[in-house]
Each structure stands twice: as structure tokens, then as C-alpha cells.
């Protein structure tokens, strides 16, 4: 056991070190220097010969690679060029609000989803499966930006019960928190709801026309120890299954919608810092964006054979 | 120029006309509140010497004061020093006074050794985005606790305006010793508000100062300055109540405010100019040498002035801007206070059929093949479009290529384009908005343009201290610059500002800047 997950450790740490390498060298291949990005308006060239100057961008690429990869492993992300405040503190801030999103998308897109998926299949042929269609539809349809600035006139402006903007904690004021984030949950969670609510629907369809069901119906069960009992309870691993690979698209998703309702989430950070040639927080964002992946992997593996002893077979030698 | 005050003005349809202007709302507020600013884009570093954004200085506004400021009418005048400075009769020395008992948002006090301190930083910070405009600065020196002489290695007639921009902010020497290069996360000033906190990408804070020397003035305890770059959402917060003011709002956004009873709205000129930039010798990038390029474009000003002539800046300004830009035809505003450029009115109008007889004395094969390459925003790709449909009835092909900022950034000042959309937010000098675009070896002259009569009138018009000869100059300037049609001129921006109708007491000047010193809650 230990011998394997020493093993996955280790190659963990070596796909870091590579992605750390494309990361690097992806951002440098950007078009755009980051010097002309940083002086603006006021380009002279004694101006970037100083920004060039203090943030190492005239050394050799390996150079430049190893002083960042030198300063990352003592935990330093380095200083945005931009801003000049520290990477890290600015990924500890914006961190939160995307997990936070992240979270309640994922809530939001489970209750209604899988909700209206039992609806659907059990309701087959009937208006309440033509809605639930209808509405899973819209969800996988409606542009992002538009279904936000929708939510925002009609809650925030004509019926002002959601704030239009802004990010508060939920330790600072749980209330004012939920009203400012359930729009943007809406907004990111809806897509995601209607692909519960189809994978839903067509896995409860095939559980309720399967032998089991019908056996436990013979056997007299309720109308909702069938349905919740037997049927969802399997019909939950396809979507679970689901739900895992949607997770990525989540906070990809994000972006967009951390734009529309002016969040400091990790998706706003990463745009910010394209659009300035950012380079420390772009590496930065990237570098922990893939690290926690790495880790997700890692424990997942060792999750696995710890359930399952066989999968060790395959690391440890 | 006038400013016109009002009670409770909404959007009062003065500042939605061409020429209309509303600067200020001079009722009366009361102590107290929060006001939410939106910009248009994150501010870059909060250094004084370093920052290069438009709407940084918009948060400056709110936390620096400067040596000199400007007022309504685009005068100077004095803001920490206590008059207009005095200059010897050769040009090379000036002199001035700065306020006594002064204290910085730290607790020191302001006095010429901090003035002489900023200076030098100013001009020597390596990075130092003052360094070009403080470099004809040879000396600095306190002669008395509260007066600075500067000796110049030539006359420099810009500079009191230079030092009405962030030249002329002092910053508070310990603070400065203290936080070394960190200053940006630190900055102390003299300023209605202090520093108190900067969340990257979401917002910086300030707090009213209690060692403001005006602090009775000011009403508000905070102003959070918050970046919202997309219009829409600047506007839908704007009516949803979560922001006060919407800063550079575009015609699209306001014309929407228009229908919004609970805002209202705020506008002044601008100094700055929109226009189209040619290659006309940039062969070698950016501060080299001129040389030869080999498209029409470069070869024959007729070809240039042909695709200028198939313009019209006025369907311009209707189609893309709603009619709430003004056209323009020279880099100085006519608004300015200091050598006015040319009016909207005189701009040379639409001739397509001249624009195909220059073609055709040139000798051009047409339709002859343009990329331009324009901003990726909504409206730049409109105004592509636009001028587009417009060249091509005069024998142009233009292709448009939409190019993000940092990637146009680095292809125009390279040289690998024929041409691209150029702004410039403007400068209260003239020379601001000519030397660095015209000049041969001018910081941002992308276009390859070299002219030596061009050159020695900037230098002329420097160190001229006559405003008449000045305005004779600049207008010599504007149309040689006109003639050479490398930088096309072609409308000029306004500064639209929408606030909440509740909100009183800010202040839209020519500079652009929203200021907020004086703002409040309507009593």
C-alpha cells in the first residue's frame, strides 16, 4: 500500500514539474509583450527597457523558468506585474468565490436537475415531461451572458431581491452573501441542471422499465419506495458519473459568468491577467488550477485501492 | 466652455448633444455614505510614478493631490502649490510655493523637501512612466521649507501642465522610505481620501482623511472604486442601485440611461482623439530609424489622402457613436484651453470622387488591398465596418482584423500593419497629444512619420512661452500633420459619466477624470 502510493506521489510531482514547463512555455508563445502591455499609454523605450529590466523578461526562457519554478516550491507565486500586489494573496481572495460558485452551481444544478429528471420519466408522455424537456432545452441553449443580464433585470432592478453585483463572505454576512450569489448560481448552475436532468430522465427510464422494479412492485412497495428506492438509487451512478466529468466545465464556466456579475473568482483573475500579459498570476492561476487537479487524481487513486485492493497491482511492483 | 449646474437635472438632453455639457450637480449633500465608482477597466499599479491607466488617475483624483490642477474651463491653477509658478526670463528656472501645514494621509507633513523627493522619483524611478515628461528637469531644490526651484536644461513651457498630472503628486517621503518599491500597496498622499485597502480585480477603498487640510469639505466616509468593463453590466448596476457612478459610459449605455429616471448624467469634452493610424515608415520597429516601406500607403501621400477623403467623420460619429461623439481633424482638442485645435465644423468633408482621382494620378491598381486592424470592442469593430463600406467606394479594400490590445500593442509598434485604429486619452498641453505620436523619435510615433520641420516645431513649441506664437504653432503642427494624412484624426471622444440621481457634488472635467472630493447624498 504504502509502496503505491508512494508511487503515485512521485509521479504526481513529475506531471506538476511538466505542466509547470507547458504552462510556462505556453504563456510565453502568447502573443503581445507583456513590457508594451504593462507601460500602456506611455511607452517610452527607456520606460521598457526598465520593465524588462525588473521583471526579468530579457534573460534567457530557462533562466527566467528556473527562478520561477526556485521561487513557486518556497511557496512565492512572485508579485503581479500589473497590480503589484502578491499572486498568492490574490489567488487566496478569488479562490473562495469560485469554490463558493462552484458549490452552489452544483447544488443548484443537482436539486433542480435531478428533480426535474425523476418528473420527467415518471410523467413520461405527459405536459409535466414536455416542460421538463422544454426547460432542459433552454438551459443547454440560453447564452450565458444573456440568461445573466436577464436574471439581473429582472431580479436585481425590477424586482430588487438580488443584488446585481459584488462578492461578500459568507462568514462577513451569510444573508447579503446568498443575495449576491444565486443569480450568478443560476446562471452557471442552469446548464449543468439540464444535463442532470436529461442523463436523469434517461437512466430512470431505463431502471423503471427494468425487472427489479417490477419485482418490487409486485411485491407490493409504495409508489415512492419504487421510485426513490430502487429506481434512483440506481439510475444515481450515471449521473454521478456525470456530474464528476461536468465538474471541469463548472469552473471553466465560471469565467464568463464571474464577468457578468463582477465576482473576484478565479475566472475574472485568469482573464484579467491574460488580457494585461500578466505573466506571474497566469502562471500562477494555471499552476494551482493544475496542482489541485493533480491532488484530485492522487486521492481519487488512492481512494480506489483502498477499496479496491487489485488496482494497486498495476503501481506497485 | 460652459458648465451647466443643475438642481435636479436628470438626463438632461444638453449632455447628450453634440457641444452640450453638464460638469457638475452643485446641490447641496449631506455627511456621511458610501459611493460606489465604476471603471471601465482595473487600475494598474497606485504609484504615482508608475501608473500609466486613465482610470488609475481616476482613483488618484481621490487620493492625490497635485502641485497644480485643473479646473472647469481647462485652465491650470493651483492645488498643493499656492500659485502658478514662476518662471525666469530665459525659461531655464522656475520657482513656486507650496501650502503651509500640509499633512500627508500618514500623519507627516508636506513641505518642499517631499515636493523635491517626488520629483527626483519621479524622474529617476527606473520604470518611471514620468521619466519622459521630467526630463528636461536637471535640478530640484528646496530654497525654504515651503518653496522649490527647478532648474531646466531647457525652456519647457509644458511643464506646469505636466505637474498637473501625476508629475506633480507628492507622495510622503516616510511612507516612500518605509515601503521602498511597495509603495503601490501603501500609497499615502495628500488627498480628500486615504488609502485603505485593494482587492485585485474587485476593488480599492479609500476612506475620508482626517489630516486632509480640507477635510471639512468632504462629505462621504468612503469611495469604492470598482472595475466593471463591460457597459451593460456597468449600466445594470448603475439601476439596480449596487454602483453610484458609471465612469467613460459609452453612447450605446447612455442613450439606454436615457430612459432611467433615477439617473443622471454627466459629460465634458475630452482632449484626447480617435483616429486611424497609417504605416508610413516603420520598418524597423519602434524607436529605430524611419526608413522606406514599400506598400502604396507609404509611397504616395495621394494614395493616404484619397482614403482620408473617402471618410466621413460626421456618418461616423451618427452611425457608430450615436451621434454623441464629435468628429475631429488635428490632435488638439478645439476645447482646449491652451492653443485651441480645429472645429468639428472645419473638417475637410467626404470626396469620393477626388479620392479616385488621387488614386488614379498616383497610379494605384485598384481596389487596392488594406488590413486594418481594429480593438476588439464592439464599437471599434462598428468604426471598421463603417470606414470599411466607405474606402470601398473610393477603391479600397479594406479586410478588417479585430486584435486584442496586448497582441495590437506589439504588431503596430513592430511595424507589421498598414493600418490600425489610434487613440490617445489626451493631455491639457498640446504637446502632450503631438510630440510623442509626430516627433521623429516621439515614444509612440508607431506610424514612422519624420518630417524635420515637424520636429523643430515641437521643439519651438516648447520652449515658446508666448501663448499667441504657441496657439500659431500648434496650428502649424495640426496641418502639417494633416498633410502628411499618416495619422487620420478622426472623432473625438466625450467623457460620459452616469450617476444615481441621489448623488451630488462630483465633477466631469476635460480631463476625463471623475472627482469625487466634493460628492455626497443629495440632502
Known sequence: MAAYVLTRVRQSVITLFLVSIVVFAGI??????????????ERSPAALAAIRAEYGLDDNIVIQYGRFIGHALTGDLGTSSRTGLPVSDAIGQALPVTLELAALSLLLAVVLGIGAGIVAAVRRGRPAE??????????????TFWLGMVL?????????????????????????????????????????????????????????????????????????????????????????????????????????????FVLPGFGKLTIDAVFTRDYATLQGVVLCTSAAYILINLLVDVAYSVIDPRIRLGGAK | MLSTTAGCGSLQSSATEV????????????????????????????????????????VFAGMCEKLYDVDEAGKVVPQLATALPKTSPDGRTVTFSVRKGLKFSDGTSLDAAAVVTSLLRHRDLPGSARATELAPLKAVEAT???????????????????LADRSGMVMSPAALKKYGKNFTNHPSCVGPFKFVERVGGDRIVLAKDPNYYDARDVHLDKVIYKPIPDGSVRLANLR?????????????????????????????????YQGIGLNVGNVKGLGEKPGKLD????????????????????????????GMYEPACGPVSPESAIAPGVAASACPKRDVA????????????????????????PENSRLGQVVQAMAKEAGFAVSLRPTEYATMLEETDSGHYDAFTSGWSGRLDPDGNIASFLQTKGAMNAYGFSDDETDALIERGRTEADPAERAKIYGELTRRANDAHALIYVYRQKNYVVAGKDVAGIRVYGDGLVRVKAAGYAK
Open chain 1, 28 to 41: 510565453r508563445a502568447l502573443p503581445g509583450d507583456p513590457a508594451l502591455a504593462l507601460a500602456g499609454e
Open chain 1, 130 to 143: 414536455w416542460i421538463a424537456n422544454g426547460l432542459a432545452l433552454l438551459g443547454l441553449s440560453v447564452p
Open chain 1, 152 to 260: 439581473v433585470l429582472a431580479f436585481a432592478i425590477a424586482v430588487p431581491v438580488f443584488a446585481a453585483s459584488g462578492y461578500v463572505p459568507f462568514g462577513t454576512d451569510p444573508l447579503d452573501n446568498l443575495r449576491r450569489m444565486v443569480l450568478p448560481a443560476i446562471v452557471l448552475g442552469s446548464g449543468l441542471a439540464a444535463v442532470v436532468m436529461r442523463q436523469t430522465r434517461a437512466a430512470m427510464l431505463d431502471s423503471l422499465s427494468a425487472d427489479y422494479v417490477r419485482t418490487a412492485r409486485a411485491k407490493g412497495l409504495t409508489r415512492r419506495e419504487v421510485i426513490g428506492g430502487h429506481a434512483l438509487r440506481n439510475s444515481l451512478v450515471t449521473v454521478v458519473t456525470v456530474l464528476g466529468l461536468q465538474l471541469g466545465h463548472l469552473i471553466s464556466g465560471a469565467v464568463v459568468t464571474e464577468q457578468i
Open chain 2, 19 to 58: 457641444g452640450g455639457e453638464r460638469m457638475t450637480d452643485d446641490r447641496p449633500v449631506r455627511d456621511g455614505g458610501t459611493l460606489t465608482v465604476a471603471l471601465n477597466a482595473d487600475p494598474d499599479k497606485l504609484d504615482p510614478s508608475l501608473a500609466q491607466t486613465l482610470v488609475g488617475r481616476t
Open chain 2, 144 to 162: 525654504g521649507a515651503n518653496t522649490v526651484k527647478l532648474t531646466l536644461k531647457q525652456a519647457y513651457v509644458p511643464l506646469t501642465a505636466v
Open chain 2, 240 to 272: 439596480s442601485g449596487d454602483i453610484q457612478v458609471g465612469d467613460q459610459m459609452a453612447p450605446v449605455d447612455v442613450k439606454s440611461a436615457l430612459t432611467e429616471p433615477k439617473l443622471q448624467l454627466f459629460n465634458s469634452p475630452s482632449l484626447g
Open chain 2, 295 to 322: 506598400t502604396a500607403l507609404a509611397r504616395d501621400v495621394r494614395v493616404r489622402e484619397a482614403f482620408e477623403l473617402s471618410i466621413d467623420r460626421d456618418l461616423i460619429n451618427k452611425v457608430v457613436f450615436q
Open chain 2, 354 to 377: 477626388k479620392a479616385k482621382r488621387l488614386l488614379k494620378a498616383a497610379g494605384v491598381k485598384t481596389p487596392l488591398k488594406i488590413e486594418l486592424k481594429t480593438s476588439t470592442t
